[in-house]
């Protein structure tokens, strides 16, 4: 079932009926636009990137990941868990009537992506953004961390997180699910990507690990690095114009 918030923003029901909102503009080839943690599909909407891509004839499809924004917040043991997000972009697709498109990730959105290109044979090319290898290891210190700080183990290290998400409402107990089960694709099934994927990411950018190792793993990929910090370096010019040239 489709709901329609308005012109450009609608929600349906995932396979396991989960509420998942998005928004749905532009015409022609579409562009999945998958957002980071802690954020929405709103991040996207003042970035250079999304202008240009609707400026230059793409459709530009913007989910609200489950646990995020305007979708479903779920709490069930299994709400996050057997890569549900990755389910919920596929059946995205399916709703939309897709049968291809593009993909542009960042930060934990490109965790999430890079999990779907091993699943989803529609995708014709993908952007891996801000993002290095280490979200490939099932035991990311990183991530255990971020789980624990969403389940009240607040360190140095997380606290700003944690303030940032508590300043805008962000559901603590859902982020906390997100990290806990946050997909993870191995080296080896990296290898099985068949599509060409740009992986980029800022020069100031290597707390998720090295994007140039993370790049050497996947087949048919290319490298960009470009000016800018983990949460700026999406928004710029530089980013968008690499983006639009490889797509």
């Known amino acids: 079932m489709c709901t329609f918030m308005n012109a450009q923003e609608a929600s349906f029901q995932s396979f396991d009926e989960t509420k998942i909102v998005y928004s749905d503009e532009g015409n022609g080839k579409a562009v999945v636009l998958i957002h980071g943690f802690i954020n929405s599909r709103k991040s996207w909407d003042n970035t250079i990137l999304k202008r240009e891509l609707l400026s230059k004839g793409y459709r530009v ?3 609200d990941l489950r646990g995020n924004g305007d979708s479903d917040k779920p709490y069930g043991p299994n709400a996050y868990s057997s ?15 897709l049968k291809k498109y593009l993909a542009v990730g960042y930060s934990r959105g490109s965790i999430v992506l890079a999990k779907l290109l091993t699943e989803d044979k529609r995708i014709k090319k993908a952007v891996i953004g801000g993002m290095g290898i280490d979200f490939t290891n099932p035991q990311w210190d990183r991530r255990i961390m971020f789980a624990e700080a969403f389940d009240g183990n607040v360190t140095a290290e997380t606290e700003g997180a944690v303030n940032y998400a ?19 694709t191995s080296l080896k099934e990296l290898k099985t990507i068949k599509v060409k994927v740009l992986v980029i990411a800022g020069d100031l950018d290597t707390d998720n690990g090295d994007p140039g190792a993370l790049q050497k793993e996947i087949p048919n990929s290319e490298l960009k690095i ?19 040239s490889f797509l």
């Open 61 to 63: 499809i913007v989910p």
């Open 83 to 97: 890569d549900a997000e990755v389910k919920d972009l596929m059946a995205l697709a399916t709703h939309l009537g």
């Open 166 to 184: 508590k300043s805008i409402n962000a559901d603590l107990k859902s982020l906390y699910l997100q990290q806990k089960h946050q997909p993870v």
């Open 226 to 244: 470009i000016k800018g910090d983990h949460n700026g370096a999406y928004k710029t010019a530089q980013f968008s114009q690499a983006i639009c």
